[in-house]
């Protein structure tokens, strides 16, 4: 039997399909929801769906963004010969969460793993190819995770561009092994960057 009617439901069920939102929190959301203000319940769908559409990634590092470069890759300030590799949108802002990282990233949206059937042409390393032959890139520090899929990929993106003569570097292992970038605070990620040694 159902305890709310089918309205109630739906909105509860389309909440805890979010990840991280189990039936109990969304019962929860779902009720702050209908206690909203129209307005403002009006104005969070709106926001949801205007997120949705205009939100795209950035054509240079593949950060999300609201046009076509990013406020990363348009800042002037910043040193655009070197570039760190992560490997989601999430890892990025931890470095820049930092505040001590001034170089640019690019984001592969991934990792190579032969068990999931991940290979380099699913993440966006062809990619970061092109941005190496096309900009005057100094340094390449692999920011991947130190997960066998981080550690596979940091491998290959070496392998690759230590032909062209472009310093690579890999970040130190403070971070620690199946460690998520995420998740680690940032004395340690500012410790694995000046910890990075030439691969
Ligand atoms: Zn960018």
Not at 20 to 36: D, E, P, S, V, W
Not at 76 to 101: G, I, N, S
Request: glycine share 8%; hydrophobic share 40%.
């Amino acid at each position: 039997m159902d305890l709310y009617s089918g309205r109630i439901n739906q909105l509860i069920e389309a909440l805890s399909r979010l990840p991280g939102i189990g039936t109990k929190t969304a019962q929860r959301l779902a009720f702050h929801i209908i206690n909203m203000p129209v307005d403002q319940a009006r104005s969070l769908a709106e926001t949801i769906v205007t997120a949705r559409e205009t939100i795209c990634y950035c054509n240079k590092c593949w950060n999300l963004s609201d046009s076509e470069i990013c406020p990363i890759c348009a800042n002037e300030k910043r040193d655009h010969r070197t570039v760190m590799v992560v490997e989601t949108v999430r890892d990025l802002a931890a470095y820049e969460k930092t505040q001590k990282y001034n170089g640019v990233y690019h984001v592969l949206h991934g990792a190579i793993s032969p068990m999931l059937g991940i290979g380099p042409g699913d993440i966006r390393l062809k990619e970061l190819m092109v941005r190496l032959q096309t900009e005057d890139i100094r340094e390449v520090i692999i920011a991947t995770n130190s997960t066998l899929e981080g550690e596979t990929t940091a491998m290959y993106i070496s392998k690759l561009i230590k032909p062209s003569g472009i310093k690579v570097t890999r970040i130190a292992s403070g971070v620690p092994v199946g460690g998520d970038l995420e998740y680690i605070d940032e004395v340690t990620l500012l410790r694995a960057l000046e910890g990075r040694t030439e691969l």
